[in-house]
Nanobody
Framework: QVQLVESGGGLVQVGGSLRLSCVAS????????LGWFRQAPGKEREFVAV????????YYVESVKGRFTISRNNAKNTAYLQMNSLKPEDTAVYYC?????????????????WGQGTQVTVSS
């Protein structure tokens, strides 16, 4: 079992920045991919970014490329999502998720462990 806790969300103006954190606990010794997803009201959960165990391979959804950066510090069992140049359409609840199979897929179904989410609101 892996427990995930996100933090760092909040209210920010258009063009602003936020850094989300995701702290893992439990069986963190196993290799796993860590992804970030988001869900806006009335919409399905959407893939945002993922990286592999070492952090050397990353994938992003097209809409955040060049603005968001995913990273992780395994010594601290913490993953990050740096979000810059935020837009109103980035408003959502953001979740981190762990995939023990390390497949780095974009489907939420492949992620076994989820955090509780943190709200990000971008005001125009």
């Amino acid at each position: 079992q892996v427990q995930l806790v996100e933090s760092g969300g909040g209210l920010v103006q258009v063009g602003g920045s936020l850094r989300l954190s995701c702290v893992a606990s439990g069986r963190t010794g196993n290799n796993y991919a860590l992804g970030w997803f988001r869900q806006a009201p009335g919409k399905e959960r959407e893939f945002v970014a993922v990286n592999n165990w070492s952090g050397t391979v990353t994938y992003y959804v097209e809409s955040v490329k060049g603005r968001f950066t995913i990273s992780r510090n395994n010594a601290k069992n913490t993953a990050y999502l740096q979000m810059n140049s935020l837009k109103p359409e980035d408003t959502a609840v953001y979740y981190c998720a762990a995939d023990p199979s390390n497949l780095m897929t974009r489907s939420p179904r492949n992620y076994a462990y989820w955090g509780q989410g943190t709200q990000v609101t971008v005001s125009s």
